[in-house]
Every structure is written in C-alpha cells, then in structure tokens.
C-alpha cells in the first residue's frame, strides 16, 4: 500500500495534481528549449499526461474523500477522462512563450508548497507530534 507524509490532501488540490504536473513539465520542456536556442514549439503528448495521472494515483492515497463512494467513482473516472484528454492532445503544439508562461509559475508553487510542507512537518516531529495520515 502506497501511503504518504503529512496532512492529507484537500479533494480540489488532487483534482489539480495531473495538469500541475503536466504544466510544470510542459514549462520545464519550453525553458530547456529556450536554453538550447530552439524555438521549436513544445509538443503535449499523451504520456505527459500518463505521468501526471500516475502521480495522482500515488497521490490518491493521502485524500481526505468526502464521501466514500468517490474513492472507487470519482478517482478512476477522473484519471480515466484525464488521461483521454491526453491522448486526444497528444501531439498539439504548445508555442514556447505561453508554455513558459504555465510552466515555470507552476513549477514555482509546487516547490514552494514543498518547502512549506517540509518544514511544517519537521516542526510537528521537533515538538514530539509526529504528522499523521490515513494510512
């Protein structure tokens, strides 16, 4: 069983987690392109997507559902639609300047948010309460 640190996670923010990943990576694709001279427009592909589905399935663990009928009907429909979405972009250019524009502002909050949770998390283990979880 795959099981997370921390505080579970909000149903709305995995909602989000396969298109933050998928525009992070997509604003990391366009930065290397710049840095290399290239002015090739990014490409979306269906295993972008896959990654980012595969990253909400790992992260399915940690939600807080609201009702327990969306842990079998909400999470496969959702991942099963997201991943279709992939595969029906796959291979859409994306020009570099806006894929820059989603890429690096989504890159920036998720490490941000990565920080933030690391050092709330070292905080509760300092003060003797250790972060808890569902698992």
Do not use: N
């Not at 909602?15 to 710049?34: C, D, I, M, N, Q």
């Not at 090739?40 to 399915?60: C, H, I, K, R, T």
């Amino acid at each position: 069983m795959l099981c997370a640190a921390g505080r579970p996670l909000r149903l709305t923010t995995w909602l989000a987690v396969p298109f933050l990943f998928s525009g992070a990576v997509l604003g990391l694709t366009g930065l290397g392109g710049l840095l290399v001279g290239s002015s090739a427009p990014v490409a979306l592909s269906s295993p972008l997507f896959g990654a980012g589905v595969a990253v909400a399935v790992v992260a399915s663990g940690s939600v807080s559902w609201t009702a327990p009928w969306q842990r079998t009907w909400l999470r496969w429909p959702y991942l099963t639609g997201v991943m279709c979405l992939g595969t029906a972009t796959d291979g859409l250019p994306v020009p570099i300047l806006p894929a820059l524009a989603i890429g690096l502002p989504t890159t920036t909050l998720l490490v941000t948010q990565y920080f933030r949770e690391r050092r709330r998390t070292a905080a509760l283990s300092k003060a003797g309460h250790p972060p808890t979880t569902p698992c």
